[in-house]
């Protein structure tokens, strides 16, 4: 199958756009081809619809009924451990070091800049040892004698 994440009661999705943006929240109810019904009382979002392009489906899924109330869907979040499986996600640790990244004052994108360049020396330098290495030791190629 090419697609394994579908639009159904009980997918967590992230929200990429609007009030609670990057925020996780749970299908709770589909109403029709571009709106949903979501909930995430345990993230802080709350009970609304919303436009499916402002969402982003993960590959987490809460065992929920459709249009279940407030309280089931935090349990069922909880109990599936939801927010520690998407802090360990590579997801959510890209989002982390973008924020991280754009929060960074003067300085410490020049120190960033000054360790890339040191890091890049060495790298340059290691390679020109391996480089000549791999000269001497190549036979050099024989010639045929003329006749």
Known sequence: MIYNKFVEVGRVVFIAKGKDQGKLAVIVNIIDGNRTLVDG??????????????????????????????????????????????????????????????????????????????????LRTELGKLRNANKTNKAPKSKKAKK
């Open 41 to 122: 009382p345990s993230t802080g979002v709350i009970r609304g619809v919303r436009n499916f392009k402002d969402l982003h489906l993960t590959k987490y899924k809460v065992p929920i009924r459709l249009g279940q109330r407030t309280k089931g869907v935090k349990e069922a979040f909880e109990k599936a451990g939801i927010n520690e499986q998407w802090k360990n996600s590579l997801w959510a640790k890209k989002l982390e070091k973008r924020h991280i990244r754009a929060n960074l004052t003067d300085f410490e994108r020049f120190k960033v800049l000054r360790a890339k360049q040191l890091r890049n020396r060495i």
